[in-house]
């Protein structure tokens, strides 16, 4: 059996920061969810985090079940940093505990706005077909 620092090592260093993202992700997801007690932050899940190859930075991308408070949710949360980044010290072994940044991701609005245009492109073809 591998200790974690021989697995630690058999990875590439891509894959080491993938898996720290994805720690990183399910952490401040539980925190956010779980650990702020400001009524203001409605439903938010943690969509991808984006970590820098040297671990010190993360960008982490949310998304928020009320569109029209996206931004002030992400601004909160940024204000919110230091305490969900003492959270994440203290549940993470990690040499370095990343910077955060709260970004809203806007890949869900995107793809829900093509949808909607894919389906009236195609019923307006169904439309033209019609005698």
Same mark, same amino acid.
């Given at each position: ?12 260093? %891509?894959?080491?920061?993938? =898996? /720290?993202? #994805? +720690? &990183?992700?399910? /952490? /401040?997801? =539980?925190?956010?969810?779980? *650990? !702020?007690? %400001? ?15 040297? !671990?010190?930075?993360?960008?982490? $991308?949310?998304?928020? $079940?009320?569109?029209?408070? %996206? ?5 909160? $949360? #940024? ?13 993470? +072994? ?5 910077? !955060?940044?709260?970004? &809203? *991701? ?6 829900? =706005?093509? *949808? =909607?245009?894919?389906?009236? !492109? ?10």
């Amino acid at each position: 059996m591998r200790t974690a620092f021989e697995v630690v090592i058999a990875l590439t260093g %891509d894959e080491f920061v993938r =898996r /720290v993202a #994805n +720690d &990183v992700k399910r /952490v /401040v997801g =539980r925190i956010i969810d779980r *650990d !702020l007690k %400001d009524p203001r932050i409605g439903m938010t899940s943690v969509v991808a985090v984006d970590m820098s190859p040297d !671990l010190k930075h993360a960008k982490i $991308l949310i998304s928020v $079940l009320d569109m029209e408070r %996206d931004e002030e949710t992400a601004k909160l $949360l #940024n204000e919110a940093r230091g305490f969900i980044r003492l959270e994440l010290a203290q549940r993470l +072994d990690l040499k370095y505990v990343p910077e !955060l940044r709260f970004a &809203v *991701d806007h890949s869900i609005e995107r793809g829900a =706005r093509i *949808d =909607r245009l894919l389906r009236e !492109l195609k019923e307006g073809e169904e439309e033209d077909e019609r005698p």
